[in-house]
């Protein structure tokens, strides 16, 4: 069992402030899997402090210091890479494939982009006598979540310390574990004393007190929409910015041609990986009403595929994180056969022959509208929910018919005709004919999904501060 108790405070391994202590959850098995503990306002205030003082000389470091400490944090992780995969698998549940081939993939990927972005970045440029400059905004705080938990590390880490900035992580008290390895690749790797800092805790132990810390100069914050808004509301009185990757109920509009059934089978795939636990996730489909008896035979044949198990079974879907996100997603799926959707795979109840463990059927909802609650609400577990359209105008109008804009989805053979429905998609990132995960692509989305952006490049702006220095080049030359 894993005992990880202390916290990582100015460079050292220190014990919390009080002795407060949670057990972590295998979600395979539901036994205790470690124990962590649960900081306090007094950690953080210690935590945020040695951030503090780093920033006085880490936010004047040179491109290339920052550069000698990427590749070796890079060396380090590589090292730990099938620890940090096993925990993954461990405290969340994921796939020991999903976990090696995607899950660890994404930190090393993170850190590889951001390294690359540093080396050209341009933090100086002059307009006319004018220099402008870009500036590490200071001390960040941040909170991520279980579901992906290295790739949203990672993909605030990564830009905060190519800028300048130094940082205070809270991970996810439930999947806390692949973050406790680490902060001990950052230990390895030589980051200075204070740059990186990480206190466990939950939200209202820990997350409150750093989103609203008079010496935290910037919240990035990865979780529902919910728990954001409480998270701007307490960095609201002291003024500091906030970025947020929040909800999302994403649309894939599958066009009318011969690559039907391949995109149907592909965008079910895409919401059953990581056991639908993806903000991003393509959970409604619009298909033209008339082939709907055809989604309902490839949906029985495509979640034949992703029947759940063990994550060392071979199986391609594990359980859910958690026993309350297990009752969630089953009351959901109820509501969905109580409105009306077509149960066209899966259902209500766990898979037969896994009683233990929080596994739920890959469900896949047909004949649903629009309005039901299976199409309204993030369910975050393995649910598709199938709407039928009579044309592509009203697909789009109910794909933007939503309070989220985080991804959207469109495939057809038709690749032109893909591209223009993508422009009319009001959301931040959009994936054409089943295109891969690119780690330089802006991540992040419009309405409540969000603000600011994520991943390669674009990730930059929320850790920087923009100064204007007037007169730096005299007139003339």
């Not at 931040?428 to 390669?456: C, H, L, M, T």
Request: net charge negative.
């Amino acid at each position: 069992m894993r005992e990880y108790t202390k916290f990582f405070i100015n460079g050292e391994w220190v014990e919390p402030a009080e002795a407060k202590k949670l057990d972590v959850i295998n979600p395979s098995t539901e036994e205790v899997a470690g124990e962590i503990s649960l900081g306090t306002e007094k950690d953080v205030d210690k935590a945020v402090a040695a951030a503090k003082e780093a920033f006085k000389t880490w936010g004047q470091s040179t491109r290339e210091e920052r550069i000698a400490v990427f590749e070796r944090i890079i060396e380090e992780y590589k090292k730990r890479y099938d620890d940090l995969a096993a925990a993954v698998t461990e405290e969340m549940g994921a796939p020991t494939f999903l976990a090696q081939k995607a899950q660890a993939a994404m930190g090393v990927a993170h850190l590889q982009t951001a390294l690359q972005v540093l080396k050209d970045f341009k933090f100086e440029e002059d307009k006319g006598t004018t220099r402008i400059v870009k500036e590490p905004i200071g001390v960040c705080a941040m909170i991520t979540p279980w579901n992906w938990p290295l790739n949203q590390i990672t993909c605030k880490v990564a830009p905060a310390l190519a800028t300048g900035c130094t940082m205070v992580l809270k991970p996810s008290e439930v999947a806390p574990f692949s973050a406790y390895i680490f902060a001990e690749v950052l230990e390895a790797a030589g980051v200075p004393k204070g740059v990186f800092n990480l206190v466990n805790g939950d939200g209202a132990g820990v997350g409150s007190a750093l989103s609203s810390h008079p010496d935290v100069d910037m919240v990035s914050f990865t979780g529902s929409t919910r728990a954001g808004i409480e998270v701007a509301k307490n960095a609201a009185p002291t003024v500091k910015r906030v970025q947020q990757e929040l909800g999302g109920k994403s649309p894939n509009i599958i066009l009318d041609d011969d690559a039907f059934a391949k995109n149907v089978a592909a965008g079910i795939g895409g919401v059953m990986q990581n056991s639908g636990q993806s903000c991003n996730a393509p959970t409604r489909m619009f298909v033209p009403k008339a082939r709907m008896g055809e989604v309902e035979e490839i949906a029985k044949a495509t979640v034949e595929k992703f029947q759940p198990g063990a994550p060392e079974s071979g199986a391609k879907m594990g359980p859910v994180v958690s026993d309350v996100q297990f009752k969630k997603i089953q009351d959901l799926i109820k509501k969905g056969i109580d409105e009306g959707a077509t149960v066209a795979a899966g259902g209500e109840g766990k898979p037969e022959g896994l009683d233990k463990g929080y596994f739920v059927k890959p469900t896949v909802f047909t004949n649903a509208t629009n309005d039901m609650t299976i199409a309204r609400e993030e369910i975050f577990g393995p649910v598709l929910t199938v709407i039928g359209y009579d044309d592509v105008d009203q697909a789009v109008e109910m794909g933007n018919d939503t309070p989220y804009g985080l991804a959207g989805y469109v495939a057809g053979a038709d690749h032109e005709a893909a591209m223009k429905i993508a422009s009319r998609l009001r959301a931040g990132q959009i994936a054409v004919n089943n295109a891969a995960p690119d780690p330089g692509a802006p991540f992040g989305g419009y309405k409540q999904s969000g603000n600011g952006r994520e991943w390669g490049e674009h990730a930059f702006a929320d850790f920087l501060e923009i100064k204007a220095v007037m007169g730096a080049s005299p007139a003339g030359k």
